[in-house]
């Protein structure tokens, strides 16, 4: 198990275009790809733990992977889905697993997928259950709650189906489901969640149609366009360098080539609302609208996030860190998500900031973070990569010893690297 230990440098200038590909984007590409009957050419994919388990598991379903010498990958699907002779292993990501939920349910087949044992402590019931009330067979543990998960293929019916919660995990696996419905089917939640899945399907000329919280899908009669897609940086792997810029007053950060979709800036607009000067500059729209976006740091203050949480559910934790160097206190409701994530962060972020000496309320939906002096501490990452990469961005600022950092590997591989240019760090 290793240890990283961050101490601050002097304010810094940092600009990158090595922020790690993004990855859920990633894992919809490998997965996409096998609702067409030609290849997909997909540049700059994720190279990291969880999204190379997705694309194991493509594999494993019968297509084909090249990669060319500059990484290019070439994904042929098959004819037809195979039925595996080996469990299919997710790693880390309840993205893949939940996805494959929606896409093998109507597979003729077999399949199991589990996963690390932090993913198999993730529920599933949330999928599971809409899933099986159109006429999918899944079980696992806990009635198919818990992985690993036991999927039979059928031949599913269409729905109409309203959401509790604004998931784009739940969200897209349904979607999956639908394309092989016996007919016209909708989806609502109560927020919008992120729409990667919508807008990468359209351009695959899917008849997805979404107005407002409502999704209509109609069944695919034929096999999809195959994806030509060179993937952009992923804004949650950027958030940490922003928020690295954001508490070190006087410095800044360019983020080069990063998806700028709406629903995944959000984090980078509460900077802006506390404080901080943030800038996105557009440069090309195809599937996604792509760009960068340079944060200077300035006087922080704090504030109220509780709304389009499902927006930047995945940054909370780094927010948090600049919450604890702003002037007064910043209050997170409605993040009831956070409590089965990776970790449970509501109660990983309280704890670790407690150990720095900042003042921290929990709530069952949230926190309250009164701003303060950030003392040095040693911090457990539950092995959860972003609690981990977010308190060593907090090294930035005060010295920081983080446990367990293994977990870094499954979505940014090269962020110690990145973050060697702006603190001082050693494993």
Not at 20 to 49: G, M, T
Not at 135 to 145: H, Y
Not at 278 to 283: A, D
Request: aromatic share 6%.
């Amino acid at each position: 198990m290793k240890t990283l230990h961050v101490n601050p440098k002097a304010s810094f200038e940092f600009t990158t275009d090595q922020i790690a590909s993004d990855k859920s984007i990633s894992h919809r590409c490998a997965i996409f790809s096998l609702l067409s009957d030609q290849p997909s050419i997909v540049k700059n994919y994720l190279p990291a733990e969880d999204t190379l388990c997705t694309l194991s598991i493509v594999q494993s379903l019968g297509a084909h992977v090249s990669k060319a010498e500059d990484g290019t990958l070439t994904i042929t699907p098959p004819l037809s889905i195979v039925e595996p002779p080996l469990i299919l292993d997710c790693g880390n990501s309840g993205t893949a697993i939940r996805l494959l939920m929606g896409f093998l349910s109507s597979c003729k087949g077999f399949f199991v997928l589990y996963g690390d044992k932090y993913l198999c402590s993730r529920p599933m019931r949330r999928v599971a259950d809409p899933l099986r009330s159109i006429g999918a067979q899944i079980d696992g543990r806990n009635s198919g709650n818990y992985a690993p998960l036991g999927i039979r293929g059928e031949t599913l019916k269409a729905f109409n189906y309203e959401s509790k919660i604004a998931s784009a995990q739940v969200k897209s696996a349904l979607i999956l489901a639908a394309l092989q419905a016996d007919g016209i089917s909708t989806f609502s939640e109560p927020e919008l969640s992120r729409d990667h899945s919508e807008r990468m399907l359209r351009g695959m000329g899917a008849n997805v149609l979404s107005e407002g919280l409502h999704v209509t899908i109609h069944p695919q009669t034929k096999p999809l366009n195959p994806l030509h897609i060179t993937v952009p940086s992923d804004p949650s792997s950027g958030f940490f360098f922003a928020v690295a810029a954001a508490i070190n007053e006087g410095s800044k950060v360019t983020l080069h080539n990063m998806l700028l979709n709406p629903t995944r800036i959000e984090a980078y607009k509460v900077l802006a609302r506390m404080g901080a000067s943030v800038e996105f500059i557009e440069k090309e729209s195809l599937y996604e609208s792509v760009g960068d976006i340079v944060i200077t740091g300035q006087e922080l203050h704090g504030v109220e996030v509780s709304e389009n949480i499902s927006w930047l559910i995945d940054e909370l934790p780094a927010l948090s860190i600049a919450f604890s160097c702003a002037k007064g206190k910043s209050l997170v409701k409605n993040a009831q998500e956070l409590r089965v994530k990776e970790s449970d962060r509501i109660s990983s972020v309280v704890k670790n900031l407690r150990l720095c000496g900042i003042d921290v309320e929990e709530f069952e939906d949230g926190y309250e973070v009164t701003g303060g002096e950030l003392n040095s501490a040693t911090i457990n990452s539950f092995g959860d990569h972003r609690i981990a990469m977010s308190f060593a961005i907090a090294g930035t600022k005060t010295a920081m010893k983080i446990e367990d950092i293994d977990c870094i590997n499954t979505s940014f591989p090269n962020f110690i690297e990145l973050l060697s240019q702006i603190g001082n760090v050693q494993l």
